[in-house]
């Protein structure tokens, strides 16, 4: 018999491209079919070692072509899906925010519509076979807005996006919500705090704290450096979503966070002294002569933190990493690449 397919969009992105080789391992039971735009941020470099593959294979296309997953839910007989696939960057967002109501809203409901109909006979009705099939849709904290001094988000904390990207996450969010809710399917959401590691798109902060001190240039810091984010291995994200996938209950959202809070400017210091250690500049001289800061940017959150005890209580969730042996893993990669 043959195994069941599982579709898995956004896999030469980051996340997904760290989702798959883990995917490969833990879920021996599922066939893997990648989708992928191959936008700016994709690279079919960060699939290298998983294609080929006898359980994996990979197609080219965008989520809001309907008429193509229709095709591959009909030919492939798609059974589950993991959505990773989304614009992120929060500065394109506020540059040009079409592309990302156009990713992450209409194609979310493309992809999710289409699932629909390729599994449900009706509301709350699945088609024989199709009793199992998931829809895993993978988000982020940004949802929630910014925090204070204290506090964490919870599943339970309300929406208050302030960026357009995060404003597009929160609305796919909800639609992916009105689907358990209104047709019954078996949906479930997870919301992440900010990953990092081998893979990342160089837009980002850590790769381009790495990129710049290792080129020599000013290394750039929004504002006085002191905004907080919580920060999780993309291992140890990959590992929660495989178990929400396997284990998390219909039309629940669990988040997953590393527990580990740092500003901004601590960030770049700590990956300066590792490349001190690692690769020295010359002279002498230390890579965090090279942090500049620069104008911040517009409705840039202050705090984020997670508190994911949910995960952790009812799926047996803990993380590996902290950031310290994380963040030596990930520095470690993008030098074994320079």
């Not at 700016?40 to 997953?69: C, K, Q, S, W």
């Not at 006979?121 to 929630?144: C, M, N, Q, W």
């Not at 590992?239 to 039309?251: D, H, P, Q, V």
């Not at 002569?289 to 409705?299: A, E, F, K, N, S």
């Amino acid at each position: 018999m043959p195994q069941p397919t599982l579709l898995l969009t956004g896999t030469a992105g980051f996340i997904g491209a760290n989702f798959v080789p883990h995917a490969l391992a833990h879920l021996p039971g599922h066939h893997l079919l990648s989708l992928d735009a191959l936008t700016y941020a994709g690279d079919m470099a960060n699939l290298e070692g998983t294609l080929p593959h006898p359980r994996h294979e990979f197609v080219r296309g965008d989520i809001t072509d309907r008429a193509l997953l229709e095709r591959l839910f009909r030919e492939h007989d798609i059974h589950g899906v993991v959505h990773f696939a989304a614009e992120s960057h929060v500065d394109n967002s506020i540059s040009g925010p079409g592309a990302f109501i156009n990713t992450n809203v209409v194609g979310t409901f493309t992809l999710l519509d289409v699932a629909r109909l390729h599994w449900m006979a009706g509301p709350h009705k699945p088609k024989p076979g199709f009793e199992g099939a998931r829809f895993l849709h993978i988000s982020t904290d940004e949802v929630y807005g910014t925090l204070g001094e204290t506090g964490l988000f919870t599943e339970s904390t309300p929406y208050a996006p302030n960026s357009p990207y995060s404003a597009s996450k929160a609305a796919s969010d909800m639609v992916v919500r009105s689907y358990f809710h209104t047709y019954g399917m078996n949906v479930v959401t997870t919301n992440c705090s900010n990953n990092y590691g081998p893979r990342q798109h160089r837009e980002k902060l850590i790769p381009t704290i790495i990129r710049k001190a290792l080129a020599g240039e000013s290394i750039p810091i929004y504002g006085d450096g002191k905004n907080i984010r919580d920060w999780l291995y993309v291992e140890d994200h990959c590992a929660g979503i495989r178990l929400a996938f396997e284990k998390g209950r219909a039309g629940e959202t669990y988040n997953v966070g590393g527990r580990n809070e740092r500003t901004n400017i601590e960030i770049a210091r700590h990956i300066c002294a590792l490349l001190d250690a690692r690769r020295p500049r010359a002279g002498g001289a230390k890579h965090a002569d090279l942090i500049q800061y620069v104008t911040d940017r517009p409705g840039h959150d202050r705090r984020y933190a997670i508190d994911a005890s949910k995960l952790e209580s009812e799926l047996g969730w803990r993380a590996q990493e902290n950031f310290e042996s994380g963040i030596v893993k990930t520095v470690d990669w993008y030098l074994g690449r320079t």
